[in-house]
Every structure is written in structure tokens, then in C-alpha cells.
């Protein structure tokens, strides 16, 4: 039902109030887009449409009002809980600064207060462009040197979200990465935790090459390197440019991280089974990448009990070649880590991932009705990561492909995801399917 008292004036602020939220002023039917994108990252039970947006923000004209879901949902996306708490807010002789309430800004953690349940922890915190630049900056001046850098649990969780804060609006504001330049251990601290993988196209490339000029370890180099051309190899460069680019592979090191070893292999094998070419050399991938499946509790023992870091790397791109045998194998080493799991360090992101993962191993290896039962139980609505968008385009397509959603919504969400990464190469196998025949 449409709220029948919502004013000309209530519904102007309220559109103030979500673009300072997001980050942008509204203005075309592009803005509306990214933020029915971000609304529903917000939470997914509660999607609002571009139409209704491009209403709501006089784009085109309001005939009648909104409805209170709508409404509800926009007073959320802001920090209230409800569209009534917004409008008691307001009338307030003192409202919260920046219409954040109380209740949403950070605060320093309790040590009772930082003991969270893993679906809070998972659930995105609402920052301010002041905040997040205020905590950005606060974590240079509080480690200037190495010797200095001594980072808490809180600590480090604060820093993520302000991150995020930044990924989500699509860019990094450049002012602090050039501080970050000035202080070569943050900057590497920074770009091997929150790698921008959903922005490998715009600022992220940057970010990886200025890394990668003051890499200095053979993992360090292996890493940035794997990162860079994971980027370009999403956006559809000539595997060529891509491969020439990568380390050769050359055996397993047990002193190189397994993520890095996963997402280095992975590109390898697309690349050249896509390219149809080397077909020695494929087979050497092949065999790297199978060895690395079944031994890696013997070749990574101080790794592999935190995750199964190198599978999760490579399971992407195992399902885009299209290799049944690899991604068989894939699939039974997440099982093993999930089965050995600590309860008591479960990460609810991570395990999203890997969920996703699995869905997709399923559809590859003809099993949609596993695939369709790890889908349902998803929690989408509450992932943060630094690929949202990117695993956004896997997770709208299974979707479609499962029948759990209209096959219309999902292919536009999977374009739409598409669009904001500029992965099109990804974009376009998810689109024909073909390794699904």
C-alpha cells in the first residue's frame, strides 16, 4: 500500500539522505542501476527496481506514492529500522550527524561487544565518506613504521569495513593511496588482505602495478602478478598477452602461498584450453593442479587448516575450461577442508564462497538437484567481499539456470554485474553456457 503521508519535502530529504549513503547524487537512469545493485547487496530480501527508483528520484514522473516496503527498505539502506524510525529521527531537535543513527556508527569494541555472532559480523556496517576516511587515515598514523605494526582482531575488522567502504562506491580515493605509497608495509598489508578484485578494470589495476613495483619476494611477485592477470584475462585480453605475463609454471613451492599457486594455475589451464594449442603444456597444468588437489595437506601443511586456500582459487576457472576431471576434484577437497572444519573459526563469507563453488562444481558434473539444495540455503543477502560483483555474476546465473529466480532478473542482474566490472570474457561463458553441455 502506498504511504499515504509521505510529503514532497519527507520524500526530497529522504532522497538527500540515500544519496549521501551511497555516495553519489542520483540524477540518471545509470545512478538508479548501481544503486538497485547496491540495495540489494544491502540485503536481497528487500530489492527495490530501477523503475521504482527513477521514480522515486524524479527521473521520471511520480504518479501515486511509494509503497512502505520501499520505503522501509531506503530508511535501512540509511541506519534506521524502519521508515516510522527515520521519520521520529527527523523530528528530533537532534538528529544523528550525518543521518547515521547511534546505533549504526562504529564504535571501539568491548572486548564483550567485539565477541559477535558470525551472522552480525557478516552483516555490512553503514559508513559515512568521513568515517571511512577518518579510520583510513587513523591506521597510517598509528603504524608509520614496520616496527610499529601491530594489529588487533578489532582493529583489523574496522580497517576492512572502511575498505569495503571504498569498493563499494567503486573507487579509492587516491589522496590515501598515495599516503599508503609513502609506507611500503601498509601498502602491501593493504593489497594482499583486500585485494580489488571486482576492479581490475579501473583503479585496482593501478593499485596491483604499483604493488608490484615494490614486490620484493618471489610470493609477493608470483602474487601481483596472478592478481593483474586475472584482470585481464576477465575482461577478454589475448591469452597470449595474459599467459606472457604469468610465471611459467614450474612445480608446486610449499614456500608459495596456495591461493597464489590456485589462481595462477587456473588461468593457465583456461588459457591454454581455450587456446587449443599447447597441448604439452596443458598437460603439465593438468598434472600440477591435480597433485596440488590431492596433496595439499602434505605439500602446505601451515596453510591448509586455515582453507582450502588453493581449490578456492582454482575453482573457477577449473568450471570455465570446462574440465570435469579437475573440477571432480575440486569439488571433493572443499568437502574434505568443510568436513575438517573448526567450528569455532567458521567465516560465514568464506563459507558463502565456497557454497557458491559448489554449486557450480554440481552443474558442471550434471548433479542440479545438489546444486539447487546448496543454492537455496545461500545467504546472499548478507556476503561481503571484496568480488561481490564478480561472484554476483555466478550467483544470478545459477539462479536462472536452477529455476529459484525469473530467468529475465537474473540474466539482467548478471549483466548488470557484468557491467560494473567490465569482466566481460567471464560475462559472456556465463551467458552461453557452453560448458554446461
Known sequence: ?????????????????????????????????????????????????ISTLRRFFGLIPRK???????????????????????????????????????SKRRPELSASQASTTSSEAARPKLWSEEDAHAQVRGFIAMFPTEE??????SQFQTLKEAVFYFYQRGTF???????????????????????????????????METYLDLATTPNQIAYAKGV????????????????????????????????????????????????????NQLDKVRSLILEGLTRDVEIWPRWVNQNCYFAFNLADYAVLSGDREIVSEVSKNISEFQNRQDWYNRNSNVDTILALRQVWNALLLGDKQAASQTLVHLEWGNFQSMEVRTLGMWYHTAMGI????????????????????????????????????
Open 402 to 437: 536452477l529455476d529459484l529466480a525469473p530467468k529475465e532478473v537474473c540474466q539482467a542482474n548478471t549483466r548488470h554485474c557484468g557491467n560494473l566490472t567490465g569482466y566481460t570474457r567471464f560475462q559472456q561463458a556465463l551467458t552461453d553456457l557452453r560448458f554446461l553441455a
Open 173 to 207: 580515493d587516491m589522496s590515501l593511496w598515495m599516503e599508503f605509497t609513502r609506507h611500503t608495509h601498509l601498502l602491501r598489508f593493504v593489497v594482499e588482505q583486500f585485494p580489488p578484485l571486482d576492479f581490475m578494470s579501473t583503479f585496482g589495476k593501478d593499485m
Open 228 to 279: 593483474l592477470a586475472a584482470g585481464a584475462a576477465a575482461q577478454g585480453k589475448p591469452w597470449t598477452d595474459v599467459l606472457s605475463h604469468l610465471p611459467p609454471p614450474a612445480g608446486l613451492n610449499p614456500s608459495l602461498h596456495p591461493l597464489v599457486h590456485g589462481r595462477n594455475l587456473g588461468i593457465w589451464l583456461l588459457g591454454l584450453s581455450e587456446m587449443g594449442t599447447n597441448h
Open 148 to 153: 610499529s605494526f601491530r594489529l588487533s582482531a
Open 1 to 49: 500500500m502506498p504511504n499515504k503521508h509521505l510529503t514532497q519535502d519527507r520524500l526530497n530529504l529522504l532522497a538527500e539522505h540515500v544519496g549521501k549513503a551511497v555516495g553519489f547524487e542520483v540524477t540518471c537512469t545509470r545512478d538508479c542501476e548501481v544503486l538497485s545493485d547496491e540495495l540489494r547487496a544491502h540485503d536481497g530480501r528487500y530489492p527495490v527496481s
Open 64 to 102: 501515486g506514492g511509494f509503497s512502505q516496503t520501499t520505503l522501509n527498505t531506503l530508511a535501512r539502506y540509511i541506519g534506521y529500522s524502519s521508515y516510522r524510525a527515520w521519520e521520529v529521527a527527523q523530528a528530533s531537535t537532534s538528529p544523528p550527524d550525518k543521518h547515521i543513527p547511534p
